[in-house]
């Protein structure tokens, strides 16, 4: 039995995304050549990025693995929001590296998001957020239009913090 609040899995793997949801995509370049697609890739499937970015993450396993339980928690004090995840994909290819989580009973939305950093031909090495999601709480369901806002700002905030890992590595 699926943990997962949601139908669509693996709809950022293989597209389209689902109709009924909001949809985002966020694409950066975050460096360039075989080393820099290397270093990018094991911050984004060993939590580093998102722990870098200010995020709390407590996974089940030291790098994302289909069946990891991830949760992602955001905020300060009494208004840090938890998001039970569960990874539903990964890649760990020669020119793609990345995975996608969906959400668990408790999350704040209903969806999936993933995140793949890519060795283009040109030598760019892109990084990747694609999402959807609907709200699944009161309060995201309150929060309404301000919810897509934080999750294009959150996103930017991923893709600046992996190319100041990746220029560091």
Do not use: N
């Amino acid at each position: 039995m699926s943990t997962l609040t949601y139908p669509e899995v693996g709809a950022t793997r293989l597209g389209p995304l689902p109709d009924g949801y909001h949809h985002l995509h966020h694409r950066v370049a975050v460096g360039r050549g075989r080393a820099d697609l290397e270093a990018a890739g094991a911050a984004v499937t060993g939590w580093h990025m998102h722990r870098t970015s200010g995020a709390r993450v407590r996974a089940s396993t030291a790098r994302a693995e289909p069946g990891t339980s991830v949760q992602v928690s955001i905020g300060l004090g009494p208004f840090r929001f938890a998001a039970p995840c569960e990874v539903v994909w990964t890649a760990y290819e020669k020119e793609r590296i990345g995975f996608a989580y969906g959400t668990r009973h408790r999350h704040p939305e209903r969806g999936e998001e993933c995140f793949v950093v890519e060795l283009a031909d040109d030598g760019t090495v892109w990084f990747t957020v694609l999402a959807f999601s609907r709200p699944a709480r009161w309060y995201s369901r309150v929060a309404g239009p301000l919810v897509p806002v934080l999750q294009r700002w959150y996103a930017r905030r991923l893709g600046t913090t992996l190319g100041r890992i990746v220029s560091e590595s």
